[in-house]
């Protein structure tokens, strides 16, 4: 064989072990003189914990997939871009007659959010807390805003791949704490309601315990009255769509 054109080029190599229901190999090879570079994955032996330097010189790395065995509980952070869609039904009544009006107090903000779980086979299960940036908009000549957060149960399915590359579906459940003001105006409004989310993404496995996180949502945050008296009640309809980037530590 021809030797490298560049001397300490590096190639990153997979190799997927037919025997071992719950590893696979992938490494960086350092290749050098004389010798072909090549990756030999590891038989049903222990997984290592560090990298494994052999005395040819090639640092294979292996670790765990995303499909491996056992119970693991596991840390994550995100950060998302949301979209957030609240719908405002106004409906006035004059004596036997009413008339309907919608308005919109959408608005793209940014949020946050954390969550411990635990992690078994293909099924990840975790608790997870929101916040975000409150919804701002002028309607009627009046500002408006609406804050909102949130406790979910979310559940995914990961899908295994024998890469580092996991793509998943999710969904869950959970509690959204709404409140709706309207400065100038006798509106402030607070309602906790049952909330629903669903989604998917794709994981990548940096190292064993290290993921990094990019996924979509939809999330439905429920409705309640934010005014009513004798002759106009006003309903507000949350939702939103979440792209999100996240990380995700597996102990």
């Given at each position: 064989?021809?030797?490298?054109?560049?001397?300490?080029?590096?190639?990153?190599?997979?190799?997927?072990?037919?025997?071992?229901?719950?590893?696979?190999?992938?490494?960086?090879?350092?290749?050098?003189?004389?010798?072909?570079?090549?990756?030999?994955?590891?038989?049903?032996?222990?997984?290592?914990?560090?990298?494994?330097?052999?005395?040819?010189?090639?640092?294979?790395?292996?670790?765990?997939?995303?499909?491996?065995?056992?119970?693991?509980?596991?840390?994550?952070?995100?950060?998302?871009?949301?979209?957030?869609?609240?719908?405002?039904?106004?409906?006035?009544?004059?004596?036997?007659?009413?008339?309907?009006?919608?308005?919109?107090?959408?608005?793209?903000?940014?949020?946050?959010?954390?969550?411990?779980?635990?992690?078994?086979?293909?099924?990840?299960?975790?608790?997870?807390?929101?916040?975000?940036?409150?919804?701002?908009?002028?309607?009627?000549?009046?500002?408006?805003?609406?804050?909102n957060n949130s406790l979910m149960w979310n559940t995914y399915l990961d899908i295994p791949t024998r890469t580092p590359v996991t793509p998943y579906i999710g969904a869950g459940i959970g509690v959204a704490r709404l409140k709706a003001t309207v400065k100038d105006a006798d509106i402030n409004k607070t309602s906790t309601n049952f909330a629903w989310q669903i989604g998917a993404g794709t994981a990548v496995e940096v190292t064993r315990n290290v993921a990094v996180d990019l996924g979509y949502r939809y999330v439905d945050n429920g409705s309640f009255k934010v005014y009513s008296d004798e002759s106009e009640t006003d309903k507000l309809d949350s939702t939103s769509h979440e792209i999100y980037l996240g990380m995700r530590y597996t102990f």
């Open positions: 064989m021809k030797k490298f054109l560049f001397s300490g080029s590096i190639i990153i190599l997979f190799a997927i072990n037919a025997n071992a229901a719950d590893t696979y190999s992938y490494g960086y090879v350092y290749p050098y003189a004389g010798n072909a570079a090549y990756a030999q994955p590891y038989g049903n032996t222990a997984v290592p914990t560090v990298p494994a330097q052999n005395q040819a010189g090639r640092r294979i790395h292996t670790q765990r997939s995303s499909y491996a065995t056992g119970i693991r509980p596991y840390v994550s952070a995100k950060v998302n871009y949301n979209m957030m869609k609240n719908d405002v039904k106004v409906t006035e009544s004059y004596g036997s007659r009413s008339s309907t009006e919608k308005a919109d107090v959408d608005d793209d903000v940014l949020g946050g959010s954390v969550a411990a779980g635990i992690k078994a086979g293909m099924i990840r299960s975790e608790l997870e807390g929101n916040l975000h940036q409150d919804a701002e908009k002028t309607i009627y000549g009046l500002k408006a805003s609406v804050k």
